[in-house]
């Protein structure tokens, strides 16, 4: 990513994540990754990676369940005031964290969390019970990720049916089981309401949860170029508000 940015990186949003087990990369965490010492480890590893001098997100993987959440912000506030880092979020919160940090964040003068980036889809909606309406309280954007659930929203999948030789599904064994378990009646509910508008499923996936309230944009895993066209493309459709009830509905 770092080479691919040399000479236009004003061009592009430029968001990473720390927090998750670098495996040593980063030098001992202690298991406390959300502290002040760790953050300026992180931070100066990503920079370095991305050959960048400041970040525009700069996103907690999961929740320290040690660390203080005014530590953790009062670290990436520092960050903030340096010009190393433009916004800060959180990823994998639940509805009380994130009220939680936006309190902390204001009672202390500290960089509130601007974003929460979370698993959520059409076949996963659970979000929306708690997180959602925290996040749209406080004035957080969400950022799905998971939006076509390993596959199953992109049609390649059938019931009954092999997975494609190529697919990951194929590639990797373990998976197999998770086919057998889909929710394959939603799936074809889906299918059919994308059919029913001249789309396909991917469209729907990715357009129908963008225009879900409080989401900023859909993160959408690719493994080709030609997969990062398509799912791009697939904002091209808009629902009206019609096509959202139904699609609550379904």
Known sequence: MGEALQGRR???????????????????????????????????????????????????????AVTPIAETLGALSELVAEGKVRYVGCSNFTGWQVADAAWTAETRGLEPFVSAQNRYSLLDRSLEREVVPACERFGLGVLPFFPLE??????KYRRGQEAPGDS?????PTRSQWLAEADWDRIETLEAYAAARDLEV????????????????????????????RNAAALA??????????????
Do not use: C
Request: glycine residues 12%; charged residues 25%.
């Open 10 to 64: 004003d061009d592009f949003v430029l968001a990473t994540k720390f927090g998750a087990d670098m495996q040593g990369a980063n030098g001992a965490d202690h298991g406390v990754r959300g502290s002040r010492r760790y953050i300026r480890r992180a931070v100066e590893g990503s920079l370095r990676r991305l050959r960048t001098d400041h970040l525009d997100l700069y996103q907690l993987h999961v929740p320290d």
């Open 150 to 155: 390993y596959g199953l929203l992109t049609g």
């Open 168 to 172: 990951r599904a194929a590639l990797d």
């Open 202 to 229: 991917l469209d729907v996936a990715i357009a129908g949860l963008a225009a879900q309230p409080g989401v900023s944009s859909v993160i959408s895993g690719a493994t080709r170029g030609a997969q990062v066209r």
């Open 237 to 250: 459709w808009q629902p009206t508000p019609a096509d959202l009830e139904e699609l609550a509905a379904l």
